[in-house]
């Protein structure tokens, strides 16, 4: 905490010099960058301190608009700044909050820890920090005059452009931020978790406005208190509607009880190992072997221990990486499953690989599958969101020398091909559900997609035990999180090594949550029923209202501001 403040007074006593000094630059450079890296990559799930979203960007937006303000800088050189600040701060943030990734590449890549670092700085780091600078950095450049105005319209433009910011991992600083905060994360069902950018980012330019009212004497107090107003308002009202959308919940839960088709759900969490994989078993932080025979036996004793209503239909849920077969090639194990299925009067959702020949070359791709209670396929589900360097190389298309390049000296990365459709399985007439796949739920449109398509229940399928122990789990939880809260449908994530949990519509979960790398099992009844969800039904004019508004804004900005060169 001492570096902290010794970098922030570094950055008062920049603002309040007369003259600029080499030395000085460089400390504020530097403060701003590192502060604000420091701040984002805290500001995932796991470290409870996501909140710090709140204040993650003011360090970068300050640094950011120091330097446009230096006279002796040209356009060209401001750019190249602003550009360096921003993937430094990108950088910072991708090592601490990303450090799953890098745990990854370290032990399922085969790479030493400083290369796997490396590659998480630069890499995603550049991702990210190149993100930083086109939200923030690019705007500045075509700024003239600081003052009100050029915040709401810079504020404008993020909201604006985040739902539509492609990304290789779909994720937004605003479901970050107010992860598990019970009363404003329920807005989501309003301006989806991309939308919360209003209250994170919007503090941080609060924060700017007042650092030039009292250091820059640039500003008047009367709009720095119209600002706070405004910005305490949307608190209010999302606090205010919060409330209001739990007890509504609540009461529809209530007056359906009777009414809603219910689901016995049991899902398997065997924590099956990856040690054959890893560059030291050890850190795979389990032995327990992959193998149909101990699936089947953990499946027999969890539901020796359910109760055994006839008039509940029973779904068993074994998440990815579990069944260790592709199911639709080899069929001694499907034959195994399909009796088991039969013998225990429940459908099983299995995840699996399969592969069609195209040009004489094997085309994989992940697989979901619904068995019924009579052993019969009710259905097949092809995974669409792939992940980056794990199932598919990023514009291999451009540059195949680089992919096979990757594929040759990096271990376990393999290019599978992407699914189309978004699959909706019907158990019964009333009982419909989609089951996404891993990394599936980070892309809105997905879930977004299948719940539109009739599921009302999602039922993820993970593998994260490549992650280690490390914070990946979190944040897939509070991603799922954020899907239950978007479409106000009932999520499950089941994980094979962790932390598998039931969330409800309202985004809390239902029941306890296994541990990471604990083998076990969780059971509950859901009660399956529609519910309404304005941001669901009507995301894109949501998102189009955001760069509405951000257009609308531009005339007054210039002609009542004048900001523009």
Request: hydrophobic share 45%; net charge positive.
């Amino acid at each position: 905490m001492y570096k902290v403040a010794s970098l922030l007074q570094t950055i008062m006593n920049y603002s309040t010099a007369t003259q600029t000094t080499k030395s000085g630059f460089r400390s504020l450079f530097w403060a701003g960058s590192l502060i604000s890296g420091t701040l984002l990559g805290l500001n995932p799930p796991g470290f409870g301190t996501q909140w710090l979203g709140i204040v993650a960007f003011f360090p970068l937006l300050l640094l950011l608009e120091k330097l446009q303000q230096e006279q002796s800088f040209s356009q060209k050189k401001r750019l190249v700044f602003f550009f360096a600040a921003c993937w430094i701060s990108g950088s910072l943030a991708a090592s601490i909050g990303g450090y799953w990734i890098t745990n990854s590449i370290h032990v399922f890549g085969h790479l030493p820890w400083t290369a796997a670092l490396l590659i998480t700085a630069t890499g995603y780091g550049l991702e990210v920090g190149l993100q930083l600078f086109i939200y923030f950095g690019l705007p500045l450049l075509f700024i003239r005059k600081f003052n009100g105005w050029d915040l709401i319209l810079r504020l404008a433009f993020v909201l604006a452009l985040d739902p539509w910011y492609p990304k290789l991992i779909q994720w937004s600083y605003g479901g970050l931020t107010f992860s598990q905060f019970p009363l404003i994360e329920q807005v989501a069902d309003l301006i989806g978790s991309s939308g919360l950018l209003l209250y994170s980012c919007g503090f941080s330019f609060l924060l700017i406005y007042w650092w030039r009212l009292k250091f820059d004497s640039n500003g008047t107090p009367r709009i720095l208190f119209r600002a706070l107003a405004i910005y305490l308002l949307f608190w209010m009202l999302g606090l205010s509607y919060g409330a209001w959308r739990l007890n509504n919940l609540e009461q529809q839960k209530i007056d359906s009880f009777t009414k809603s088709t219910k689901l016995n759900v049991l899902l398997i969490q065997p924590n099956f190992s990856l040690q054959n994989l890893a560059s030291n078993p050890e850190l795979a932080h389990s032995k327990r072997e992959q193998n149909l025979e101990i699936l089947l036996a953990d499946s027999r004793k969890a539901l020796a221990n359910i109760t055994n209503d006839k008039n509940t239909p029973k779904l068993l849920i074994w998440p990815e990486s579990v069944y260790p077969d592709p199911f639709f090639k080899v069929a001694a194990s499907r034959e195994k499953v399909v009796a088991f299925a039969r013998k225990h009067q429940t459908s099983i959702l299995l995840a699996t690989v399969d592969w069609k020949y195209k040009n004489g070359k094997p085309m994989f791709h992940g697989v979901s599958v619904l068995l019924g209670a009579n052993g019969d396929v009710l259905g097949r589900y092809n995974k669409i969101f792939l992940i980056p360097f794990g199932e598919t190389i990023p514009f291999s298309d451009w540059f195949p020398g680089i992919a096979s390049w990757l594929n040759k000296y990096i271990a376990n990365m393999s290019e599978f091909e992407r699914g189309t459709d978004y699959t909706v399985f019907s158990l019964s007439e009333k009982i419909k559900l989609a089951a996404p796949i891993c990394f599936d739920i980070f892309s809105p449109t997905v879930v977004r997609a299948m719940v539109g398509n009739g599921a009302d229940l999602i039922a993820n399928l993970s593998n994260l035990a490549w992650f280690g122990k490390t914070t990946a789990s979190d944040n897939m939880v509070a991603v799922l999180r954020w899907r239950a809260l978007e479409n106000r449908v009932p999520v499950i994530f089941a994980s094979n090594n962790g932390q598998s949990v039931f969330i409800g519509a309202d985004g809390k979960n239902l029941g306890q949550q296994l541990g990471l790398f604990e083998q076990g099992s969780l059971s509950t009844t859901i009660d399956l029923q529609t519910r309404y969800s304005f941001f669901r039904e009507n995301a894109e004019w949501i998102w189009g209202g955001f760069m509405f508004l951000f257009f609308v804004l531009l005339i007054p900005a210039q002609v009542c501001g004048k900001i523009f060169y």
